[in-house]
């Protein structure tokens, strides 16, 4: 039987941060994660490179039902707090754009410095261990384990959401939460490529590789980043960003020049050379193969600009300001970085993620319905709830 203060189940970003925030306490912890490999989604994150948080961090960034909730954790812990722990671990990083920071070398160095800090904090860090059953009793919790009976004070979730289920993602916190009287939100794959109808794929596969600036727009909110044709559908940093916004069977409206006044550029060019064909002068601003591809698709006739009269150059402009596209789908949790939804924040204190039903129970990361948006933002929202509990565990 193993006896400690505080258990943590999920050595992912928030388990391994909270672990040695509480063991500096002089906690005694226990990590406890059943895949074969800690840290695999810090490994893959970013590219390979981490986008640990992102400079602008605020509790704007975050989707959860309760718009407060993420306020005081944020403040407590906030990105210049990890950019300092980085700095001290001698990690070099960069600004990649919009505030987003990355390792320069590894997402290694990330996991190599969350592991040292359990180490120097004596927290223990345990794989391949499946959590059977969990007890509250008197004193805090009992858990069956495949390696053998733990007992603890303070019992922390932090087993991340349903993404990436190959790099050991369960559902296992929310039967935690459930067990406990504590309401789920309903779950849904975020930050992840769109998938389309039948008919728009076959058209728009032929486009795959080409990546545009674009604003995408849904629910009253917008990405001005770049998208991404595939061979599977639709993906970059924008429709990555909307998908967390969007709802099935819901259109997508991109503006396929966010920053400035295409009807204008058309114009100046009809005035200059009206014998050019509008594919032509599409392709001032966009690649050949896009314009030669979509006109057809958006159903404009390719014509000397000068046989665009009336209102016609003006809806030509229209169409790629405005394009409207309804998704088939999204590709799911196996490619979505992130999961929607989670343990009802209502249930929890803001100030330190414990369960207000149950004394010593705790949810931080993912697990939670907190979302951020993609660049640092979910690494961020890990350190700071998983800072948050740390204290007080
Ligand atoms: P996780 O990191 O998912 O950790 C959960 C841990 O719990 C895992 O180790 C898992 O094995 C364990 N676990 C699950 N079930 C059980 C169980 N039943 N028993 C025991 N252990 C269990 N966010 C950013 O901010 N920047 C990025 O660059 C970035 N890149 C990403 C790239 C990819 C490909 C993906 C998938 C996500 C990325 N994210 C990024 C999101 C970010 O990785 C997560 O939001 C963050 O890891 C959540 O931390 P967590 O500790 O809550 O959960």
Redesign the pocket.
Known sequence: MNKVDVVV?????????CAAQAGKRGRSVAV????KR?????L????G??????MYASHENFLCDNKHFCKSALSQYTQWDFISLVAEYDIAYHEKTLG?L?CDDS?KDILNMLMSECDKAGATVTNQ???LQIDKTDAGFTLQTSKGEYQCESLVI????L??PK???????YKVAEQFGLTVKPTRAG?VPFTLHEQDKKVLAELSGISLDASASCNSTSFNENILFTHRGLSGPAVLQISSFWEPGEAVEFDLYPNGDLYEQLHKAQQSQPDVLLSNALAAFYPKRYVQTVLPYIGIENKPLKQYQGKSLIEVAQAFHQWQLKPNGTEGYR????TLGGVDTDFLSSKTMEAKNVKGLYF?????DV??W?????????WS??FVAGQVV
Not at 44 to 47: F, L, R
Not at 49 to 54: A, E, P
Not at 158 to 161: I, N
């Open positions: 189940i999920g050595a992912g970003a928030a388990g391994l941060f406890l994660d059943h895949a800690i840290g695999g989604k810090i893959m994150s970013g590219g490179r981490c986008n640990f948080t992102n987003q990355f997402a261990c499946d959590v932090a087993t991340g959401g993404s990436m790099l050991g993602a369960s559902p296992f916190g930050l490619t979505a970085e992130v931080i990361g993912e697990v939670m979302t951020g993609l660049g640092g933002y979910n690494f961020q929202w890990a709830s998983g």
